[in-house]
Nanobody, 126 residues
């Protein structure tokens, strides 16, 4: 059974940092592009970042560029999202998703992703 599990969310103060993890079970994450998405209350889900299966390509939404960094550890079958300089508008449920794509490609749109995690809440508040 293919499964993704996110962790690392919580309450953080504005300007703070948090690292989200996305751990895979039942399949080899190395073969998949991974996307991070978020959904705030009353808003549509948006793509935050993605990383190709090769690890050589990453892509970020303009709203997080320079603040968020995505990486992958294939030995641990895990992908990370390092979130720095957090703002109140980053508050959302964050989801990771896995999809098969060309090794050098990834996507910030949800359509190419077939396996999704259950999400982890990140709340940025003082």
């Amino acid at each position: 059974q293919l499964q993704l599990v996110e962790s690392g969310g919580g309450l953080v103060q504005p300007g703070g940092s948090v690292r989200l993890s996305c751990a895979a079970s039942g399949f080899n994450l190395e073969r998949y592009a991974i996307g991070w998405f978020r959904q705030a209350p009353g808003k549509e889900r948006e793509g935050v970042s993605c990383i190709s299966s090769s690890g050589g390509m990453t892509n970020y939404a303009d709203s997080v560029k320079g603040r968020f960094t995505m990486s992958r550890d294939n030995a641990k079958n895990t992908v990370y999202l390092q979130m720095n300089s957090l703002k109140a508008e980053d508050t959302a449920v964050y989801y990771c998703a896995a999809g098969r794509m060309i090794r050098t490609m990834c996507a910030k749109q949800s359509a190419p992703y077939s396996t999704w995690g259950q999400g982890t809440q990140v709340t940025v508040s003082s």
